[in-house]
């Protein structure tokens, strides 16, 4: 019996109005679509494929309960009877899957990305430039009934109920920290002033909406931020909250503008299982957990441990829309796992585009990336198993097609061989289990270690050709030398690197491998407790806020990140990443400078220029991570032989290459062809 794998995770919640079918809850998450009335179907449609894929309960992405709440300027808004027909849409496409959804009730306050923001007090964030306008003490009043009333209208709107954002740093958090509440009303002060509206708002919610409609309460458990709450704050608010009326109480980690990550791939899995367990001791209802877990072994150990009665995924339900019903058929091997990367999902809502997932561009595009069968199956060849190729390869399968798959390393993946060495992208690896498990669910020929040539190929109805990247070159004098390595020397070859390291551009990659080289083995991203020392996280709570001094692990190389450009380097990394990249590199003492000229190796090290000033690295090796260029030798001799190729990922175009433009790319072809 397959459900036997996972016991904890698909036993009924019983809410004593409803039970939940699984332990499975699908955070809130902003898509995008939720901003744009004319992108309800489209949102309907992105929820309706979770509840069909059996997720126990869903949150939509936060909405608005006023205009001041917006996230950003025309941001989802329910505050106005009008509202309530566009959410039908997605309540009845759920309901019509027998799914559950709730909406995320979510007032910015100072997150506000817009003019007309408002706090409990005007102190501007770190990370928006606009500053707030103080609430008045009638604002806080008519906060709090915009609350209710947006509450009244997801239930008329059919929704099976609402979470309260109280935490990630959003306006009730503010008002419950004194770092942000600087307020002498009746909503300021000491803390049982300060946490009154949000017990307000979960009280007066239960009185509008009845004793039958799902009320969550999202806290912040641990603040993460200087003048944060403190442990005993946090629980009296959550018995109050108990008291109040919700229903369940999920677990909220950190601020938007808090220095430790939470969410990235580098943070061990259910890093901050051990803060919902610690408030399991102090209230009755049932709490759902959250943060970096993606794979149902981690789910249910958290369950069956007791540290929770409830696991919060939202990015993995992005990368897989069936994960729990794979999970429930045991059958977690054909999981498309979220790698934490935030590369489609976060990094888009940032930049205000639609979010997806890199692993799965289908996401928020269910209307318009559809994958149908063939009328008339055709034999394609796919060479190259990166990426591109292994995606193109999989969808053109799933389509019906007939498969042969060419690569010439023994085992598929590409560059993500290298990727996953790299410390805190050990995630990389699930994505080549889920292709190495789709490609022989679908029966592609797979042709390993086997370099596809033109006659190869000729026997084909059709060739795509996904044979990615060269490493670029550079033209620096004495670059011959034997400890001048590549990055692909290093990771992918294990070449020896000695204690000091100059690293030749600092792109991704040259990020990726200063972090390898730097991090002791294994790194403390393995282990919890390694890692809340390594990021100051304090698991006692013995201070506002969670936080204690770092202990940072001393690094295992001395290394130099260059690059030609002004400025520091790691300004172009991902937005929701980059961060921690650089922060992570800074504690290990990485040198990263820019306006570098190269001007020769040889036996003393790298000489270069900074400015005016010349400077010699004695370093025993350099490692060039200049960049890519198109390896195209193959369709280019294919061309020349008459044979028609489409040509994907960085073959087609090696600049600003990713494994995100590669999928895509591969997905879409496949998808028409
Ligand atoms: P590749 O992955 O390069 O695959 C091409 C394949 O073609 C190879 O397996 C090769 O062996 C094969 N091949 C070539 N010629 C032939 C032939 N004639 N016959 C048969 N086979 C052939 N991207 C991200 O989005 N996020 C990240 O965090 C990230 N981290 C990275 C970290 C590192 C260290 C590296 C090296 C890359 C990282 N990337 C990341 C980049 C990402 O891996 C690439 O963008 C992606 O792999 C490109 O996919 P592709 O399919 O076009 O090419
Ligand atoms: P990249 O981002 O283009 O960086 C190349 C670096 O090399 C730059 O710092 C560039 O800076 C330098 N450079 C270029 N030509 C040079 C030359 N001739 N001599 C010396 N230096 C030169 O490429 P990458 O680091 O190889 O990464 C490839 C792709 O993989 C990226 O586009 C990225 O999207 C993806 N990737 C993503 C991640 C991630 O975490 N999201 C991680 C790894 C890789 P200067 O010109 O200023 O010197
Ligand atoms: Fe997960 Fe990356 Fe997909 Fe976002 S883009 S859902 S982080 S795999």
């Known amino acids: 019996m397959t459900d036997t794998a996972y016991p904890a995770l698909f036993s009924p919640l019983d809410l004593g109005f409803c039970t939940l079918p699984n332990r499975v809850l699908m955070g809130s998450m902003h898509t995008g679509l939720e901003d744009h009335a004319g992108d309800y179907d489209k949102l309907a449609a992105f929820f309706a494929e979770r509840a069909r894929g059996e997720v126990g309960l869903m949150v939509t992405g936060g909405i608005s309960p006023s205009i001041a709440g917006w996230l950003k300027p025309f941001g989802g808004r329910m505050s106005m009877p009008w509202h309530v027909a566009r959410h039908r849409k997605v309540t009845r496409a759920v309901h019509h899957e027998h799914g559950r959804i709730c909406m995320q009730i979510l007032h910015a306050g100072r997150y506000g990305y817009h003019p007309l923001s408002v706090a409990p007090s005007r102190i501007k964030a770190p990370i928006s430039p606009f500053t707030p306008r103080a609430l008045s003490t009638r604002g806080v009043e008519r906060t709090i009934a915009n609350f209710v009333s947006s509450a009244r209208l997801a239930r008329e709107a059919g929704y099976d109920g609402v979470e309260v954002m109280g935490s990630e740093g959003y306006l009730i958090n503010q008002f419950l920290a004194e770092r942000t509440n600087r307020r002498t009303d009746a909503w300021g002060g000491s803390y049982a002033r300060r946490m009154r509206i949000a ?9 509008a909406v009845g004793p039958d409609f799902i009320l969550i309460y999202r806290l912040s458990m641990l603040d993460l931020v200087e003048g944060g709450q403190d442990w005993d704050q946090i629980v009296q608010l959550a018995k109050a909250v108990e008291a109040a009326g919700a229903t369940l109480i999920n677990t909220g980690i950190g601020w938007h503008e808090t220095r430790v990550p939470t969410i990235v791939t580098s943070v061990p899995r259910g890093a901050f299982r051990w803060v919902t367990a610690r408030m399991k001791r102090e209230v009755g209802i049932p709490l759902i957990t959250t943060n970096r877990i993606n794979m149902p072994d981690v789910a249910e150990r958290i369950l069956a441990d007791g540290d929770a009665d409830m696991v919060s995924m939202a990015r993995p339900l992005l990368a897989d829309p069936d994960w729990v019903t794979k999970a429930r058929a045991g059958r977690s091997a054909a999981i498309n796992t979220c790698i934490a990367c935030n590369q489609a999902c976060l990094d888009h809502v940032f930049a205000n585009r639609r979010a997806t997932c890199l692993v799965n561009p289908r996401a928020c595009h269910e209307t318009e990336l559809r994958i149908e069968p063939v009328i008339m199956a055709k034999r394609f060849a796919v060479v190259g198993a990166g990426p591109a190729g292994m995606a193109c390869a999989t969808t053109l399968a799933e389509r019906g097609h007939s498969v042969t798959l060419f690569d010439r390393a023994q085992s598929i993946g590409g560059q993500f061989n290298m990727a996953r060495q790299i410390p805190g992208k050990e995630e990389f690896d699930e994505t080549l289990r889920y292709f190495q498990h789709r490609l022989k669910a679908l029966d592609v020929r797979q042709r390993l270690g086997h370099e596809a040539t033109v006659e190869d190929l000729r026997k084909f109805d059709a060739v795509v050709v996904a044979t990615g990247v060269t490493p670029r070159r550079t033209s620096i004098p004495g670059d011959d030398d034997p400890r001048v390595l590549s990055y692909v020397d290093v990771l992918r070859d294990h070449a020896p690197v000695g204690q000091r390291v100059a690293i030749i551009g600092a792109g991704g990659i040259g990020f990726d491998v200063a972090e390898f080289l730097v991090q002791p083995k294994p790194a403390p991203g393995t ?25 940072t692990e001393p690094a295992a ?3 130099w990140l260059l690059q030609r450009s002004e400025g520091r380097p790691g300004k172009r990394l991902n937005k929701t990443t980059g961060w921690v990249h650089r922060a992570t590199l800074k504690s290990k003492g990485v040198q990263m400078l820019g306006d570098v000229s190269y001007e020769r190796i040889d036996a003393q090290g790298l000489h270069l220029r900074i400015g005016e000033q010349s400077r010699v690295l ?18 280019d001799a294919l061309a020349s032989a008459g044979v028609s190729t489409h040509v994907i990922g960085g073959a087609d175009v090696a600049a600003e290459l990713d494994a995100k433009r590669a999928i895509d790319q591969g997905t879409r072809l496949a998808a028409r062809l």
């Open 527 to 551: 282990d919890i407790d390694r890692w809340n020392a390594e990021w100051g996280v304090d698991e006692n709570m013995a201070h506002a806020g969670g936080l204690k001094p770092r202990q």
């Open 557 to 559: 190389r001395q290394v």
């Open 618 to 635: 004695e370093v025993d090796n350099v490692v060039i991570c200049a960049g890519q260029e198109p390896n195209r030798s193959l369709a």
């Open 199 to 207: 017990v307000e708002i979960v009280e007066r919610i239960r009185e």
